[in-house]
């Protein structure tokens, strides 16, 4: 029997997994090893339970007393914090769901490496922040990295049987996101409820306001290079209001092949569930005819600066991912906070890389995990401070 475990199995994603894994079978098809979550220590018991987990983790210590009781009697165990999520990652499963948002997703991943499992991998953050150390990991103990980013699974699958070398170009599509038709003088007006409010998507908040601010498709380009590894200047993104072609790779003799499907996650979680083999998905069959038209354009350099910043960032190579995405969480906490407008966060990201820069510390490559966890620290302070100084 298959045996597997849940990053973040609480979340966007960790549900649309745990739906699929009871589709098929639930306890009865699969072992499952561990299930994390946050403060909805409710949810992850109720889920700990149906699959019969060994472990439930929360992310928080101070939850720990409500996830033993909700847990009592059951057999299985109950721990918290953040060593308890590495604990949980060093128990071996033969795939993996890394879907905890943020940087905080690299550890645990990271670590389930070691057993060579195979890493559904939802975390884009990881390929940001830490590319080639996550690759050169899973080569070194024999694993595998299955994308679950719709674009980069999109991308993957229109690759089977093809040859890396003969890919002329990438194009991932992104939505526009909730703001996409406002004009551009008012993006400076918008508030955290507008910015959420996603037009094809169900996703978690963070990553909804990310498609707004395009930041998302910003990580989603390094997350193509790093994956991939095709050249930035071979990575394009369209805007697609409609969301139903997700990516496309272009060949050497022309062909542009397409991956269209329904908005739905539990596609790209599906692929990489039941990869090599494709079983039947419970997603939305496409009906071309009636959808009638597909559109396109190119992204506004202005609306979308975080594009701009992610070829920058792309160009300087070294840990300049992990400063890119750190300011990002930072600026993103500072919108949804209040303490930012929505186009202040690309000017504190942009700053923040300046800073960076000039401290010399960007443009060298990580030789470790620590390195790079020490330079999201660093440029967590840095964007930290700068939002002070704005406020003085
Ligand atoms: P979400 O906010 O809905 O869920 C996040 C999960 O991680 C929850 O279980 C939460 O409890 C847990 N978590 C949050 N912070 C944590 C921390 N500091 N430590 C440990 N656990 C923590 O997020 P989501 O939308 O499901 O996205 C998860 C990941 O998948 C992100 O990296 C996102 O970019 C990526 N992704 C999401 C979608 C989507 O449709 N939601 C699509 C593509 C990629
Ligand atoms: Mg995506």
Known sequence: MRSLSVFGATGSIGESTFDLLQRQGGRAAFRTVALTGGRNVARLAEQARALGAEVAVTAHEECLAELRAALAGSGIAAAAGTSALLEAADRPADWVMSAIVGAAGLAPGFRALAHGATLALANKESLVTAGPLLLAEAARHGARILPVDSEHSAVFQALVGEDIAAVERIII????GALRDWPLERLVQASVADASRHPNWSMGQRITIDSASMFN?????????EYFGVAPDRIEVLVHPESIVHALVGFADGALMAHLGAPDMRHAIGYALNWPARAPLPVARLDLAALGRLSFQAPDPLRWPALRLAREVMASGGTAGAVFNAAKEVALDSFISGQVGFMDMSGLVEA???????RQSLGKAATSLDMVLQTDAEARAVARALIGQNKD
């Open 173 to 176: 599509t992104a939505s526009g």
């Open 217 to 225: 498709k910003a990580l989603e380009l390094i997350e193509t290079h």
């Open 352 to 358: 923040t890389l300046d800073k960076m820069v000039a």
